[in-house]
C-alpha cells in the first residue's frame, strides 16, 4: 500500500475539472481515492464515469459509490419506480451523455434498457463500487457514516450514501478522521460565498465544494499525519449559485 492518499470531491460531469486535478496526483506514491458523484449534472457524465472506471481497471484507484450512482443503480433496476426521483436530481444529463434521446420520446423502461445493452459495463461497475474506504486513521465514505451508533461499522448501506444528519452534527468518536463529499462545504460553513475544505477539531473533513455549481473541485493529500497538501479547481463557467440546495 502506498503511503500517501490523494482523495477527490463530487465530481459531477465537470470532466475538465476532474483531468486537471489529477494533473496534481502522484500515482507512484500517491493512492488515488474519488468519493463519488461521478455523474449527474455537469459537462460530460459519460466521461467522467469512463475516466474512473480507467482509473480503478489500470491504476488501482478506490472509487466509492455515491448517492447519485445510487440513484442510476436504482433506475436501470426498476425504473418505473425511481425514474422521477433521478430525473430530477440530474439524471437526465447522465442518461444523454450516454445514449441519444435527443427530440425522441423515450419512456423510462426503454431508456434503462438502452443503457444496459449499450452500456453494458455501468451496472456492474456502480454495482461493484465500495461503500467506504479505511487507511491506518482515516474512513473515506461518500456521505460520512452513522455516529449516532456505537460502532460506525455497523452504518446502514444507505446512509453511507446519504447520510447527513446523524454525521455531520455529531462528536466523532470513532478515533478517526472522517473524509467525505455529498454535503456541499458552503452548506456545512454556512455561508453560500465559501466553497473551501470544511473541517472540525474532532476529525471531519468535508471536500465536496460544489464544483458543478460554479463552486470547487477539491484534492487533498494525505499521509499518516494528517492532509499534507491541497488542491483546488475553481469553475469559472458561471457564478456560484444555490448550493445549499444541492442533493
Not at 102 to 122: Q, T
Not at 179 to 202: C, P, Q
Request: negative net charge; glycine residues 10%.
Amino acid at each position: 500500500m502506498k503511503q500517501k492518499l490523494f482523495v477527490v470531491g463530487d465530481v459531477h460531469g465537470q470532466i475538465t475539472m476532474f483531468k486537471e486535478l489529477l494533473q496534481h496526483w502522484n500515482p507512484e506514491e500517491e493512492q488515488l481515492v474519488l468519493v463519488g458523484d461521478l455523474g449527474d449534472r455537469g459537462e460530460d457524465p459519460k466521461a467522467c464515469f469512463e475516466l474512473a472506471r480507467e482509473l480503478v481497471e489500470e491504476q488501482d484507484a478506490i472509487c466509492l459509490k455515491g448517492n447519485h450512482e445510487d440513484m442510476l443503480l436504482n433506475f436501470i433496476n426498476i425504473p418505473g419506480q425511481y425514474a422521477a426521483n433521478y430525473k430530477m436530481n440530474g439524471g437526465m444529463v447522465t442518461i444523454n451523455s450516454f445514449i441519444d434521446t435527443e427530440g425522441k420520446a423515450v419512456d423510462a423502461y426503454e431508456l434503462a434498457a438502452s443503457l444496459n445493452s449499450k452500456v453494458p459495463w455501468l451496472k456492474p461497475f456502480i454495482e461493484n463500487l465500495p461503500l467506504y474506504f479505511e487507511w491506518g486513521n482515516y474512513i473515506i465514505a461518500h456521505a460520512g457514516v452513522d455516529l449516532t451508533i456505537e460502532d460506525w461499522r455497523n452504518t446502514r448501506d444507505m446512509d453511507y450514501v446519504w447520510i447527513r444528519e446523524g454525521f455531520y452534527d455529531q462528536p466523532n468518536t470513532t478515533g478517526k478522521t472522517i473524509i467525505f463529499g455529498h454535503t456541499v462545504t458552503a452548506m456545512l460553513h454556512g455561508s453560500n460565498r465559501n466553497t473551501e475544505i470544511w473541517k472540525t477539531e474532532d476529525g471531519k473533513i468535508g471536500i465536496d465544494g460544489g464544483a458543478v455549481y460554479g463552486g470547487t473541485l477539491h484534492g487533498i493529500v494525505l499521509d499518516a499525519d494528517g492532509i499534507i497538501d491541497q488542491y483546488s479547481i475553481e469553475n469559472t463557467g458561471f457564478a456560484f449559485n444555490d448550493l445549499l440546495r444541492k442533493e
